[in-house]
C-alpha cells in the first residue's frame, strides 16, 4: 500500500514569540507520528533555516517546489503561533492538494499580559484568505493536540486525502458491457471523463476469454497460487478441478489486464455471455481480486467500482470492500436490510473458517464459481456514487450487522438508523440497487473528500450532515 505523503508546513508570523512557534513545531509533529497511519511526512526543514512557512516570497516557491517534487498528496498547516495566511493561501492555490487548517490553542496571557501566539486569531485571517483564494479546506477547531477533537479530525482528514488521491486517478477496466437488462447501471463515460477525469478501459468478453484461455494452458506461479489459495480456503462442492483451475485463470487474467492497463478497479458483465464463453462464474474471482485491493464490481457497474474504490481509500486501503444488493427487510426489524450478491464478498469476510465454492444457484446454466456464505458484521460504512442528469452525488450512512434468516450467495443483514429515510433517499435520489460496504466508520472522510471533488455532492443518510459536523467539532 502506498503511503499519503503529507505536506507539512507550520506556519508563523514574525511578531509573535519565534521560540513557540518552534517549540510547537515539533510537538504537533510527535503528536502526528504517533498516531501509526499509513503517511509519509514532508516537511519545510533545510528548506530554510527555521522549517517554517513565513512571509518570504523566494521562500514560498521553493515550498511549492519542494512538495511538488516530493509528490505530496494534501497540505497540513499548523499554526505555530499567528501564522501568515497570504503565504498559506498562495502555496495551498498553487499546488491545488487537500487542505487541513488548525492551530494549537493557546495558554494563559503572561504574567505581564503579553501573549505568545494567538492562534486562533490567525486562523480566522487564514480561513477568509483560503476562501478569497476559492482554495477549498477542511477545518480542525482550536484545540491541544492531546484533544480529541485533533485526533478525529487529522484521521478523518488523511482519509479523505486519500479518497481524493484515489479519485483523481481512477481507471476502471471494463469488461464487456452492461447485460441487457441492467439499465439501471447505465453511466455517461463522456461525462465522468469530463467533470472527474476518470477513464474507463473498455476490452470485450471474447478478449477476456483470450486471456483466461492463455492462462489455464500455462503453468505460471501466478496461476498456480490462484489454484491453492481456492484449495486451502474454500470447501467446493460439486465443482471439479478443472472449473477451479478455470476461476484461477479467470482471476490471474483480470488483474494481468488490470495492471497492465493501470486500473484500480474492474467492472465486469459477470453474466450470462461468460458462463457461455468459458463456462464459469466469475464470483469467487472477483473476490479474490477485491479482497487483493482490486475492487470488482458486478453487472458492469461502473458507478459501482467508483464507489468501492472511495471506500476502499476512506479506510486507508486498509480494508477490502464488498459489492452488494439491497435486496428485503429484515423480517423482524424495520431498520433491518440484507446485503446480498450470487458470491463475490472477499473470502476474508467469511464467518465459516471454510466458507464454500458452489455452482450458481439461481441461473439455468448452473455454471460453477459462486462462493457462498454469511459475511462478518460489526461496524459498516455504506456508499454509493451515483448520477443523472450531469450532477453527481456521493450517499453514505452507519450501518451495523445483525443477525437474520439463512439465504444463499454472500450475505449479510445490518440495520441503520431510520431505513425509511434511506429507502426513500436510495429510491428517490440518482441509486440504485446496489451498494458498496467496508467494515470500518469512514462516514466523515467521505464528507470532507467530496470538498475537493468539484461537481461531486455529498448526500449523507444517518448520521447526516450537521451529525457528522458535529462529531468533527467534538461535541460529542
Given at each position: ?144 493536540v492531546n484533544d480529541i477533537v485533533f485526533e478525529r479530525g487529522f484521521k478523518t482528514f488523511i482519509g479523505a486525502a486519500n479518497v481524493v488521491k484515489h479519485f483523481r486517478s481512477l481507471r476502471i477496466l471494463q469488461i464487456g458491457p452492461r447485460p441487457t437488462d441492467f439499465w439501471s447501471v447505465i453511466c455517461n463515460e463522456g461525462e465522468l471523463l469530463e467533470q472527474f477525469g476518470i477513464e474507463l478501459h473498455p ?274
Amino acid at each position: 500500500m502506498e503511503k499519503i505523503k503529507l505536506g507539512y508546513a507550520p506556519t508563523r508570523r514574525n511578531v509573535f514569540s519565534a521560540e513557540d512557534a518552534q517549540k510547537y513545531k515539533k510537538i504537533v509533529l510527535q503528536k502526528i507520528n504517533s498516531f501509526n497511519l499509513n503517511i509519509e511526512i514532508v516537511d519545510l526543514e533545510g528548506i530554510n533555516p527555521e522549517g517554517l512557512l513565513y512571509g518570504d516570497l523566494e521562500c514560498e516557491e521553493k515550498i511549492v517546489e519542494h512538495f511538488t517534487n516530493e509528490k505530496v498528496d494534501a497540505l497540513f498547516f499548523p499554526h505555530c503561533n499567528f501564522g501568515t495566511e497570504d503565504s498559506v493561501a498562495r502555496v495551498a492555490k498553487k499546488l491545488n492538494k487537500p487542505v487541513l487548517l488548525w492551530g494549537p490553542r493557546d495558554e494563559a496571557p503572561l504574567e505581564n499580559g503579553m501573549r505568545l501566539r494567538d492562534t486562533q486569531c490567525g486562523l480566522f485571517a487564514t480561513g477568509k484568505i483560503l476562501r478569497r483564494f476559492n482554495v477549498p479546506f477542511s477545518y480542525i477547531v482550536n484545540s491541544s493536540v492531546n484533544d480529541i477533537v485533533f485526533e478525529r479530525g487529522f484521521k478523518t482528514f488523511i482519509g479523505a486525502a486519500n479518497v481524493v488521491k484515489h479519485f483523481r486517478s481512477l481507471r476502471i477496466l471494463q469488461i464487456g458491457p452492461r447485460p441487457t437488462d441492467f439499465w439501471s447501471v447505465i453511466c455517461n463515460e463522456g461525462e465522468l471523463l469530463e467533470q472527474f477525469g476518470i477513464e474507463l478501459h473498455p476490452i470485450t468478453i471474447e478478449e477476456i476469454k483470450r486471456q483466461t484461455n492463455k492462462i489455464e494452458k500455462q503453468d505460471s506461479d501466478e496461476l498456480q497460487d490462484a489454484i491453492q489459495y481456492i484449495k486451502k480456503h474454500l470447501e467446493a462442492i460439486d465443482v471439479e478441478d478443472q472449473y477451479i483451475r478455470k476461476i484461477g485463470a479467470l482471476k490471474v487474467a483480470m488483474k494481468t489486464l488490470a495492471v497492465k492497463n493501470k486500473c484500480t478497479a474492474i467492472a465486469i458483465q459477470c453474466w450470462s455471455s461468460l458462463q457461455n464463453a468459458i463456462g464459469i462464474m466469475p464470483c469467487l474471482a472477483n473476490a479474490i481480486l477485491t479482497d487483493e485491493q482490486i475492487p470488482v464490481t458486478c453487472e458492469t457497474d461502473i458507478h459501482g467500482a467508483i464507489s468501492s474504490v472511495m471506500l476502499q481509500a476512506a479506510a486507508l486501503n486498509e480494508k477490502p470492500t464488498f459489492f452488494a444488493d439491497l435486496t428485503i427487510r429484515h423480517p423482524d426489524n424495520d431498520n433491518g436490510e440484507l446485503l446480498f450478491h450470487c458470491g463475490n464478498f472477499p473470502v476474508s469476510m467469511s464467518v465459516e473458517e471454510t466458507p464454500r465454492l458452489q455452482r450458481h444457484f439461481l441461473f439455468d446454466t448452473h455454471a460453477p464459481g459462486t462462493h457462498e456464505g454469511e459475511v462478518k458484521g460489526g461496524a459498516m460504512t455504506l456508499a454509493r456514487f451515483d448520477g443523472d442528469h450531469g450532477k453527481y452525488f456521493l450517499f453514505f450512512g452507519d450501518a451495523q450487522g445483525i443477525k437474520g434468516p439463512f439465504t444463499r450467495g454472500s450475505w449479510v443483514w445490518v440495520e441503520v438508523d431510520n431505513w425509511p429515510l434511506w429507502e426513500e433517499k436510495l429510491v428517490t435520489g440518482p441509486y440504485i440497487h446496489h451498494i458498496v460496504g467496508v467494515h470500518d466508520r469512514v462516514g466523515a472522510s467521505l464528507y470532507e473528500a467530496c470538498k475537493y471533488i468539484p461537481g461531486l455532492n455529498p448526500d449523507p443518510a444517518t448520521p447526516n450532515e450537521e451529525h457528522i459536523k458535529a462529531w468533527l467539532r467534538g461535541e460529542f
